[in-house]
Nanobody, 113 residues
Framework: QVQLVESGGGLVQAGGSLRLSCVASRMPFRFLHMAWYRQAPGKQRELVADITSGGSTNYSDSVKGRFTISRDNARNTMYLQMNSLKPDDTAVYYC???????WGQGTQVTVSS
């Protein structure tokens, strides 16, 4: 059974940084397109960034220039470096192979003003 475990969330002041990690197991990680999503209270889950198996990246307009997605296939791990955080970035962050239906438990990011 596919397993995804997110970590690295926390409470940070506006302007601060966090680095999220997603460890994947029981899947051919190196061949998979992967993505970070987030869900804020009362809002729909939204795509934050994604990365292909070859390392090409894509970002939502709201995080472009502030967040960086990356992956380490040797460690079956994907990362999200988040800089210049804003209160609007407050959400639970999830990793997933898009379209797979598999999700981790999420990690909470809270940005105070």
């Amino acid at each position: 059974q596919v397993q995804l475990v997110e970590s690295g969330g926390g409470l940070v002041q506006a302007g601060g940084s966090l680095r999220l990690s997603c460890v994947a197991s029981r899947m051919p990680f190196r061949f998979l397109h992967m993505a970070w999503y987030r869900q804020a209270p009362g809002k729909q889950r939204e795509l934050v960034a994604d990365i292909t198996s070859g390392g090409s990246t894509n970002y939502s307009d709201s995080v472009k220039g502030r967040f960086t997605i990356s992956r380490d296939n040797a460690r079956n791990t994907m990362y999200l470096q988040m800089n210049s955080l804003k209160p609007d970035d407050t959400a639970v962050y999830y990793c997933t192979p898009p379209g797979s239906g598999s999700w981790g438990q999420g990690t909470q990011v809270t940005v105070s003003s």
